[in-house]
T-cell receptor
Framework: NAGVTQTPKFRILKIGQSMTLQCAQD?????MYWYRQDPGMGLKLIYY???????DKGEVPNGYNVSRSTTEDFPLRLELAAPSQTSVYFC????????????FGNGTRLTVT | RKEVEQDPGPFNVPEGATVAFNCTYS??????FFWYRQDCRKEPKLLMS???SGNEDGRFTAQLNRASQYISLLIRDSKLSDSATYLC?????????FGAGTRLFVKA
């Protein structure tokens, strides 16, 4: 049982490039989330989804896009990467929304230079 | 004001010490509360949920005070392996908001 799988683990982008961070889960959870964590800081919510076809903005959505075409996958798209997007990105799921704790993937370390 | 605020760290304590972390939240409509542990360069992992009646899991005790809008985590008999960052998390609606985390160093 893989849980929450994020790919890639590491990536270096040049300013202005685009990329998609992948997140896949096999727990059949409806709720999925993308967070970013800057060094020495807590996690900031970028986007979340309560089910296939439904997404909504979190605290820091600017510069990102998401889609949720299936229950299993919740990719995060970075368009026109900027140095301010250098961070560790975590995908998370929960089974029943606000009553349930989050299960995190291993994270993607992104550097934009 | 930040939605979720935690004690600034780091906390440096000797083995066997008791240490307490506090966390305040601003949204009175918040519904669920959690403590997560995060090791260096790893993902956060659930330590424990926090209930209004308070709850205990071995050496760890969590408390919730809804009137004052804070949660706490008490670690008794600290172990070297407790060294980590402790994140409080507050859920309202479908969103979970995290505090910045408090680093704990337990030394021999």
């Amino acid at each position: 049982n893989a849980g929450v799988t994020q790919t890639p683990k590491f990536r270096i982008l040049k300013i202005g490039q685009s990329m998609t961070l992948q997140c896949a889960q096999d727990m059949n959870h409806n709720y999925m989330y993308w967070y970013r964590q800057d060094p020495g800081m807590g996690l900031k919510l970028i986007y979340y989804s309560v089910g296939a076809g439904i997404t909504d903005k979190g605290e820091v959505p600017n510069g990102y896009n998401v889609s949720r075409s299936t229950t299993e996958d919740f990719p995060l798209r970075l368009e026109l990467a900027a140095p301010s997007q250098t961070s560790v990105y975590f995908c998370a799921t929960s089974g029943q929304g606000y009553n349930s704790p989050l299960h995190f993937g291993n994270g993607t370390r992104l550097t934009v230079t | 004001r930040k939605e979720v605020e935690q004690d600034p760290g780091p906390f440096n304590v000797p083995e066997g010490a008791t240490v307490a972390f506090n966390c305040t939240y601003s949204n009175s409509a918040s519904q669920s509360f959690f403590w997560y542990r995060q090791d260096c360069r790893k993902e956060p992992k659930l330590l424990m949920s926090v209930y209004s009646s308070g709850n205990e899991d071995g050496r760890f005790t969590a408390q919730l005070n809804r009137a004052s809008q804070y949660i706490s985590l008490l670690i008794r008999d600290s172990k070297l392996s407790d060294s980590a960052t402790y994140l409080c998390a507050v859920t309202g609606g479908f969103k979970t908001i995290f505090g910045a985390g408090t680093r704990l160093f337990v030394k021999a």
